[in-house]
C-alpha cells in the first residue's frame, strides 16, 4: 500500500507511532479534495443528472450550468467538477493560491475555465482584481442558468471586494483581528461588513 505520509515506514517505530500515522493519513484522505469529488459528485449524462452527496439535480431543467469556485481547493475542484460534468460545464472561474498540485500549476488546461490566483491570508489588490472579474463573469448567468458555487478554506480572503475601504485598510483591519486571536467566525463577522461580496 502507497502511503499518503512519505516517510511512513520510517516514523512508524512503533505500534502506537504507526497508528497515530494511520489515523494521520485517513484524516488526509477524507479531505482530499478530488477523492471527494469523485465520491460524492456523480453526473449521469444520460439522464442529465447531478448528484450531490446523494441528492439528485435534474439538470435538464438548466439552459447552462456554470461553476465558480474561490479557496486553497478551488483550482483542484473546479477541475474536478470539470471532468465530471465534461461538455455539460458551459465555463466556470476560479480564485485559488500559486498551489504546486493543482491542475493550473502543472499546466493542465481546461479552456472553458478562467483561473486567478490571490493572496492568503490577506488579501491584496490580486484578491479584488479577481473577485470584481467573477463578479462580472457570473452576472451573466441568466434565472434558466445552475450556478455551482464552490467554497474552501481561504475563500473569504480570496474572494475580497471591500466597500468602501481600499484594500490595504481591508488588510490592515483583518490582520488586527488576527492578531488579537479573533476566530474564524468573527472575522467572517466583520468580513461581511467590509465586503461588497
Same mark, same amino acid.
Given at each position: 500500500?502507497?502511503?499518503?505520509?512519505?516517510?511512513?515506514?520510517?516514523?512508524?517505530?512503533?505500534?502506537?507511532?504507526?497508528?497515530?500515522?494511520?489515523?494521520?493519513?485517513?484524516?488526509?484522505?477524507?479531505?482530499?479534495?478530488?477523492?471527494?469529488?469523485?465520491?460524492?459528485? &456523480?453526473?449521469?449524462? *444520460?439522464?442529465?443528472?447531478?448528484? /450531490?452527496?446523494?441528492? #439528485?439535480? =435534474?439538470?435538464?431543467?438548466?439552459?447552462? $450550468?456554470?461553476?465558480?469556485?474561490?479557496?486553497?481547493?478551488?483550482?483542484?475542484?473546479?477541475?474536478?467538477?470539470?471532468?465530471?460534468?465534461?461538455?455539460?460545464?458551459?465555463?466556470?472561474?476560479?480564485?485559488?493560491?500559486?498551489?504546486?498540485?493543482?491542475?493550473?500549476?502543472?499546466?493542465?488546461?481546461?479552456?472553458?475555465?478562467?483561473?486567478?490566483?490571490?493572496?492568503?491570508?490577506?488579501?491584496?489588490?490580486?484578491? &479584488?482584481?479577481?473577485? *470584481?472579474?467573477?463578479?462580472?463573469? /457570473?452576472?451573466?448567468? #441568466?434565472? =434558466?442558468?445552475?450556478?455551482?458555487?464552490? $467554497?474552501?478554506?481561504?475563500?473569504?480572503?480570496?474572494?475580497?471586494?471591500?466597500?468602501?475601504?481600499?484594500?490595504?485598510?481591508?488588510?490592515?483591519?483583518?490582520?488586527?483581528?488576527?492578531?488579537?486571536?479573533?476566530?474564524?467566525?468573527?472575522?467572517?463577522?466583520?468580513?461581511?461588513?467590509?465586503?461588497?461580496?
Amino acid at each position: 500500500m502507497e502511503h499518503i505520509i512519505k516517510n511512513f515506514e520510517q516514523l512508524a517505530a512503533s505500534a502506537l507511532r504507526k497508528q497515530a500515522l494511520s489515523i494521520a493519513e485517513a484524516g488526509l484522505e477524507a479531505i482530499n479534495t478530488v477523492q471527494a469529488f469523485r465520491k460524492g459528485f &456523480v453526473y449521469d449524462n *444520460k439522464k442529465d443528472q447531478l448528484v /450531490i452527496l446523494g441528492k #439528485k439535480y =435534474n439538470l435538464s431543467k438548466s439552459r447552462n $450550468v456554470y461553476c465558480i469556485a474561490f479557496g486553497k481547493a478551488a483550482f483542484l475542484g473546479i477541475s474536478s467538477v470539470a471532468r465530471i460534468l465534461g461538455q455539460r460545464l458551459a465555463s466556470g472561474f476560479a480564485i485559488d493560491v500559486e498551489a504546486k498540485d493543482s491542475p493550473f500549476a502543472k499546466g493542465e488546461s481546461f479552456a472553458n475555465i478562467t483561473f486567478r490566483t490571490g493572496t492568503h491570508p490577506h488579501p491584496s489588490s490580486d484578491n &479584488v482584481k479577481a473577485a *470584481k472579474e467573477l463578479v462580472e463573469f /457570473i452576472s451573466t448567468a #441568466k434565472e =434558466n442558468d445552475l450556478v455551482l458555487c464552490l $467554497v474552501s478554506g481561504g475563500g473569504s480572503a480570496l474572494l475580497s471586494h471591500p466597500h468602501t475601504l481600499d484594500v490595504a485598510s481591508q488588510a490592515l483591519i483583518l490582520k488586527e483581528l488576527m492578531n488579537s486571536g479573533a476566530d474564524i467566525f468573527e472575522m467572517n463577522a466583520v468580513r461581511k461588513h467590509l465586503s461588497a461580496v
